[in-house]
């Protein structure tokens, strides 16, 4: 997050646009996103759903919106086809400024990836791709219930970099159950050898309901302890600075110029339309999110409706807590004015709060730079208890306490 920033110096016409494709042949063990691996026959009926969605929320802007990026994500992309992308793509031209679009990302698993729809995306202008490799080690894509090997990943890469795209990104997880250090250094170097520009790192997550949560909870899996996961995550962070990558969010690196266009809108509260089922928009200060299934939002856009469950308006507290969580998951961090302006306390005296709060882990965990207040590689290590903590002292501040 920019230290200088203002909302009011948001262009609220410019959009970042995210396309959440609702299908995949299996749910991995650990996900928890929305996505149907069942009925894949209705993916012509959702793109059709889609077009209407994307016609009839840009109309309610009342203006021409510019694109600044676009983003496939899912789910798995791969199963859109050719066609079908090119019937997206002709409908955000037609109804939207695609002159300055900066980046077009489509999310991709490295199986079921063809020479056609390789060559739609280079016509379409898709510009970047995220590939979920998740591991180089077949094991531990077993473990993840993925349907890929590493066989499938190289081959998927080598078909994508013969055919020109030059800005790649790879997805690897740390953490999955039996990895170990060795093995996860293993994966990192593979992702290197592909001189890939940007790697999205993440910390597996025990989500509620997954298979992996199942089996943890009944003690099925040789689960990784939280100073090895700190380990790997730190072996990651010096690893990919020797290699001239920029650690530039938790879980994002990339070669200069080469961070995520997209994601940065997230991080950086700017205005943003989900298309979708169980997609998020985020516009004018209010949140809005698509229903959660296929059949109804498919539905809903046949009888000609907008496919909203439900919204809210943002107050000025809440943006500014908002403004607190996204902004120290950036390099960047938070402004001390801003902090400032949030807690009504002088800087000095905010600082001196901290100083306490933390004691003696302040400067392991936050340090200042250029008047911008950021997180160090361990606080983003710890960054829901470092958020916790961050949240209390603001509330104390408010309180006068």
């Known amino acids: 997050m ?7 110096n948001l262009n609220p016409k410019s959009i970042a646009a995210y396309i959440h494709f609702p299908f995949c042949q299996r749910k991995c063990a650990y996900c928890d996103f929305y996505s149907e691996d069942h009925h894949l026959e209705r993916i012509d009926s959702w793109v059709a759903a889609l077009e209407k969605e994307i016609q009839l929320r840009l109309a309610k802007l009342n203006f021409y919106p510019k694109l600044s990026t676009i983003y496939i994500g899912g789910g798995s992309p791969n199963l859109l086809g050719a066609a079908n992308l090119k019937r997206i793509v002709r409908v955000f031209q037609a109804h939207a400024d695609w002159s300055s679009l900066d980046e077009f990302t ?3 698993n490295p199986n079921y990836v063809t020479e056609e729809l390789v060559s739609a995306m280079l016509e379409s202008g898709v510009n970047r791709i995220s590939l979920g490799c998740q591991s180089f080690q077949n094991a531990e894509l077993a473990m993840l219930g993925r349907l890929h090997s590493t066989t499938e990943i190289e081959t998927t890469l080598q078909l994508l970099l013969h055919a020109g ?7 690897l997880i740390y953490g999955i159950p039996g990895q170990t250090l060795q093995t996860w ?3 990192l170097q593979r992702a290197l050898d592909y001189r890939v520009t940007h790697l999205s790192l993440y910390n597996l997550i ?9 089996a943890r909870a009944a003690e099925r899996i040789p689960v990784v302890t939280e100073e090895v996961e700190w380990q ?4 990651a962070h010096e690893k990919l600075a020797d ?4 650690h530039y969010e938790i879980s994002n690196w990339g070669k200069p110029g080469y961070a995520s266009y997209h994601n940065q809108a997230y991080w950086q509260y700017r205005p943003y339309l989900g298309f979708g089922p169980a997609a998020h928009s985020f516009y004018n200060m209010r949140r809005s999110w698509n229903v959660r299934s296929v ?16 919204h809210e308006v943002i107050t000025p507290p809440k943006r500014d807590l908002e403004i607190l969580m996204l902004g120290l998951r950036t390099r960047n961090g938070v402004s001390c004015s801003l902090l400032q302006e949030m807690t009504g306390v002088e800087y000095a005296v905010l600082v001196k709060a901290l100083e306490q709060k933390f004691a003696e882990k302040t400067n392991e965990l936050w340090y200042i730079a250029e008047d911008n207040l950021s997180l160090t590689t361990l606080g983003w290590f710890l960054y829901n208890s470092v958020l916790d903590i961050f949240i209390d002292l603001i509330g104390e501040l408010k309180n006068g306490h």
């Open 2 to 8: 920019n230290s200088g920033y203002n909302i009011a």
């Open 106 to 108: 489509i999310e991709f």
């Open 165 to 171: 795209f030059a800005n790649l990104s790879i997805d």
């Open 185 to 187: 250094a293993h994966s």
């Open 206 to 214: 025990y989500e509620k309901g997954t298979q992996l949560s199942k």
């Open 232 to 235: 790997m995550f730190a072996f």
């Open 243 to 246: 290699c001239g990558y920029e």
């Open 295 to 310: 059949d109804q939002y498919i539905q809903r856009l046949q009888r000609k409706g907008l496919p909203i469950a439900g």
